[in-house]
Structures are given as C-alpha cells and as structure tokens.
C-alpha cells in the first residue's frame, strides 16, 4: 500500500552557476510530496500519519540557507539529498520512500522515484 503526505517549508538559496536572476539570494515555499510504501498493519494502517509527518518535518531544512547544505541548490539537488536522508530513517520502521516531489513554485518541481 502507498500513502502520500505532502509538507511545505521555506527556505533560501542562491544557485552560484546559474546565469540569470536566481544567481542571487532568494526564497521559496518549497511543497515536498512524499509517496510512501509498507504493508498495513494489524491497525489497518500502514503507519501513523502524525508519527510520519513528525519524522519527515524533523528533516526539511525550514527557515534554512540551502547553500549551507550542499554546493548547488537546485530543486533536483535538494530532491536527492532529502531522499538520502529520510529513506534510511523510514526504512528503520518497515517503510519506502517511493517517490519524492521537491515543488519550488506552483509551475516547477524535480521528481525522484525509486
């Protein structure tokens, strides 16, 4: 079975090889849109939406500079390193991470699917 949850958080960056205005400092709400697998479990659940959104919540980097994280913040790049590091603290409770959408505006988002 697959739940979804989606989280929003903001955030800054710059992107330092971009020739154009998101070369200099700025922000966005970003949405993440996590697709989630595991068997249902005795309580008809495959787990607790409040126990998840926590665990996600405590990894999204909200009110934080992206640069400081990684080197090129891009929308692609922010996908994988939040995927590297929540599957693993998923997987510790019998869970998947699927798929993983980074949205930085309405209009625009990268996509990760395992």
């Known amino acids: 079975m697959k739940i979804k949850l989606i989280r929003s958080f903001s955030a800054a960056h710059r992107l330092p090889a971009y020739d154009g205005p998101c070369h200099d400092l700025h922000g966005h709400t970003w949405k993440a849109v996590f697709v989630i697998e595991g068997p249902i479990q005795k309580d008809g659940m495959v787990c ?3 126990a998840v959104k926590a665990l996600l919540d405590s990894y999204l980097p909200d009110h934080q500079f992206l640069n400081d994280l ?3 913040p891009t929308a692609e790049n922010l996908a994988q390193y939040l995927f590297d590091k929540i599957s693993p603290a998923l997987a510790t409770r019998g869970l998947t991470l699927k798929t993983l959408e980074i949205w ?3 209009n625009a988002a990268a996509i990760l699917e395992r």
């Open 48 to 50: 607790d939406f409040k």
């Open 70 to 72: 990684m080197e090129n």
């Open 104 to 106: 930085e505006s309405d």
